[in-house]
T-cell receptor, first 112, second 112 residues
Framework: QKEVEQDPGPLSVPEGAIVSLNCTYSNSAFQYFMWYRQYSRKGPELLMYTYSSGNKEDGRFTAQVDKSSKYISLFIRDSQPSDSATYLCAPGGEGNFNKFYFGSGTKLNVKP | DGGITQSPKYLFRKEGQNVTLSCEQNLNHDAMYWYRQDPGQGLRLIYYSQIVNDFQKGDIAEGYSVSREKKESFPLTVTSAQKNPTAFYLC???????????FGQGTRLTVV
């Protein structure tokens, strides 16, 4: 069983739509949950992270963690063409936070 | 400006040749990582190092080697033993105990 499962997409939405990106994970010891955004041919950049269960909001982005079901989500409100990228979830936190596991990434395309 | 630099951006090698990918950071981070990214598979951990002169195998270390002689540098050698070396290679670093990893812009290796 993979540590992290993520639907690879691609996901295509019109500008202004609400986007929901999701991952499931298998290790109940994970404490930190990261979302990275990766533009084409670039390295990933940290978008948001949450600790344990709950929600965290940052502008148009909301990260949500449900540890009971091992399910993590990223919501994007009022999506923009500049949001078009691949989004990778990365739960982890074991071993003094030195090891994280990345999902396969969901490719998002926001059409103008 | 602080950051993490990978070079070269594109690399072509003939089958059977060893090749070394460079990764340098001036963020004063203790931990450094090498990941491999293939389409549909996300990031897979090759090697990581938490301190100078020490490193650990990740999930797919076979056919790769690393060294960590300086805090700033963590070169990756792709050896001829690696069966399918063509991929996008990403180097990352982070401060021990912190959650955020900073990524370089990647090296795309093509073996012909």
């Amino acid at each position: 069983q993979k540590e992290v499962e993520q639907d690879p997409g691609p996901l295509s939405v019109p500008e202004g739509a609400i986007v929901s990106l999701n991952c499931t994970y298998s290790n109940s010891a994970f404490q930190y949950f990261m979302w990275y955004r990766q533009y084409s041919r670039k390295g990933p950049e940290l978008l948001m992270y949450t600790y344990s269960s709950g929600n965290k909001e940052d502008g148009r982005f909301t990260a949500q963690v449900d540890k009971s079901s091992k399910y993590i989500s990223l919501f994007i409100r009022d999506s923009q063409p500049s949001d078009s990228a691949t989004y990778l979830c990365a739960p982890g936190g074991e071993g003094n936070f030195n090891k994280f596991y990345f999902g396969s990434g969901t490719k998002l395309n926001v059409k103008p | 400006d602080g950051g993490i630099t990978q070079s070269p951006k594109y690399l072509f090698r003939k089958e059977g040749q060893n090749v070394t990918l460079s990764c340098e950071q001036n963020l004063n981070h203790d931990a450094m990582y090498w990941y491999r990214q293939d389409p549909g598979q996300g990031l897979r951990l090759i090697y990581y190092s938490q301190i100078v002169n020490d490193f650990q195998k990740g999930d797919i270390a076979e056919g790769y080697s690393v060294s960590r002689e300086k805090k700033e540098s963590f070169p990756l050698t792709v050896t001829s033993a690696q069966k399918n070396p063509t991929a996008f290679y990403l180097c990352a670093s982070k401060r021990t105990g912190n959650t955020e990893a900073f990524f370089g812009q990647g090296t795309r290796l093509t073996v012909v």
